[in-house]
C-alpha cells in the first residue's frame, strides 16, 4: 500500500469512451481514485452507485470520483449505461496502474489463488500527492450501535476524510 504523503503513481489510462485520463492533467483538484475488481458485480455494481449517488457533493468539494478496473472501456460503457453512472471509469487492461498502486495482488477464494484487484481507494491532494488510502475495502458494513445494526457505507467514509483534509 502506498505511504500517506508519498508521490502518487503517474498514470494516462482510457476512460470508458476511449479519451486519456492522466493525472498530471488533473493537478489542483483533489481526486478520489477508487480500484474494484469487475464492472457488473454485486459490490462493484453498488460501489459505483453509492460514489454516483454522491457524485455532487463530491464536486461541492472539489473532488472528481474515477473508478478503475481491468475492463476495457467497452465494458465501463456497458456498465455506465446499464446502471445509469455519472463518475468517470478508466480502463487499466494491462493492470500497470493497478500494479503502481499495490493493489494487483494474489487473491484467495474459495481454496483458489489469483491475482486480481483488492478493492481500495486513495484520496489524492491537489499537490498529487496520497492524501489517504483504504486497503480490502467493505463497501457496506453492518455494526452493531445501542442496540442496533446499522449500516456504514464506504463512500461516505471517503467523504468524511475528504472534508477534514480539506480543512486542514
Known amino acids: 500500500m502506498l505511504e500517506i504523503g508519498t508521490k502518487a503513481p ?3 489510462i482510457p476512460n470508458q469512451d476511449e479519451v486519456e485520463i492522466c493525472l498530471r492533467d488533473l493537478l489542483g483538484k483533489w481526486i478520489v481514485l477508487y480500484f474494484y475488481p469487475r464492472d457488473n458485480t454485486p459490490g462493484c455494481t453498488t460501489q459505483a452507485c453509492d460514489f454516483t449517488a454522491q457524485q ?3 464536486e461541492d ?3 472528481v470520483i474515477l473508478g478503475v478496473s481491468p475492463d476495457s472501456p467497452k465494458k465501463h460503457q456497458n456498465f455506465i449505461e446499464k446502471k445509469d453512472l455519472e463518475i468517470t471509469l478508466l480502463s487499466d487492461e ?3 496502474v493497478c500494479e503502481a498502486y499495490g493493489v494487483w495482488q494474489l487473491k484467495k477464494f474459495m481454496g ?3 491475482m486480481g484487484v483488492v478493492r481500495s481507494t486513495f484520496i489524492i491532494n491537489p499537490d498529487g ?3 489517504a ?5 467493505s463497501v457496506r458494513k453492518k455494526r452493531k450501535k445501542n442496540g442496533e445494526t446499522i449500516e456504514t457505507l464506504h463512500v461516505d467514509e471517503v467523504r468524511e476524510k475528504l472534508e477534514e ?3 486542514a
Open 10 to 12: 503517474e498514470f494516462c
Open 56 to 58: 455532487d457533493t463530491y
Open 61 to 63: 468539494l472539489g473532488a
Open 94 to 96: 494491462e493492470k500497470v
Open 112 to 114: 483458489r489463488e489469483n
Open 129 to 131: 500527492n496520497i492524501a
Open 133 to 137: 488510502a483504504w486497503e480490502k475495502v
Open 165 to 167: 483534509l480539506k480543512k
